[in-house]
T-cell receptor
């Protein structure tokens, strides 16, 4: 059983479309991080949210942490081919460890 | 400043062979960890270290050993490779425990195939 469920697992869209990726759990997390990973490379941290209800924006990307700190979403506005990659959410657990979701493979076609 | 480096980049092993995956960081980070990444399963924590001389198990430690003799290095040893250990292995480091929010930096990964 995956502690942190990401959806969808695969997403293929056209350039200019909007999309949302969800990260859900029944557990409370101390923090929620979003990473982006390109083929053949390690994940790179995009953002960390730590307060319930927190919203952070990074250019066309909007990240939200749920009020109860059990879920999070990543919204991309006007997706571009350069947004293509694997998006991973990770929740902070007791002891400071991170639990990762399964990942969302995003493909943005020109 | 190289960040987190890993060697080798690719490795093919036969069942039963042993090997060591190397990881080094030059950011003076206290916390280092090893993850494995398998399709559809995200990253799973194998072992981690909160400082030189201190290591602990993660979610999937069986078949792997680690040691942390210096702040910079955190090698992962496969004792007797099995096909189930075919995976991509990532080493990561952060100033403190990553669950508390500090940035965790990942290496480029080691792709391991066990035949």
């Amino acid at each position: 059983t995956q502690l942190l469920e990401q959806s969808p697992q695969f997403l293929s869209i056209q350039e200019g479309e909007n999309l949302t990726v969800y990260c859900n759990s029944s557990s409370v997390f101390s923090s929620l991080q979003w990473y982006r990973q390109e083929p053949g490379e390690g994940p790179v941290l995009l953002v960390t949210v730590v307060t319930g209800g927190e919203v952070k924006k990074l250019k066309r990307l909007t990240f939200q942490f749920g009020d109860a700190r059990k879920d999070s979403s990543l919204h991309i506005t006007a997706a571009q081919p350069g947004d293509t990659g694997l998006y991973l959410c990770a929740g902070g657990r007791q002891g400071g460890k991170l639990i990762f979701g399964q990942g969302t493979e995003l493909s943005v076609k020109p | 400043n190289a960040g987190v480096t890993q060697t080798p980049k690719f490795q093919v092993l036969k069942t039963g062979q042993s090997m060591t995956l190397q990881c080094a960081q030059d950011m003076n980070h206290e916390y280092m960890s090893w993850y494995r990444q398998d399709p559809g399963m995200g990253l799973r924590l194998i072992h981690y270290s909160v400082g030189a001389g201190i290591t602990d198990q993660g979610e999937v430690p069986n078949g792997y050993n680690v040691s942390r003799s210096t702040t910079e290095d955190f090698p992962l040893r496969l004792l007797s490779a099995a096909p189930s250990q075919t995976s991509v292995y990532f080493c990561a480091s952060s100033q403190t425990r990553p669950g508390g929010g500090p940035t965790q930096y990942f290496g480029p990964g080691t792709r391991l195939l066990v035949l």
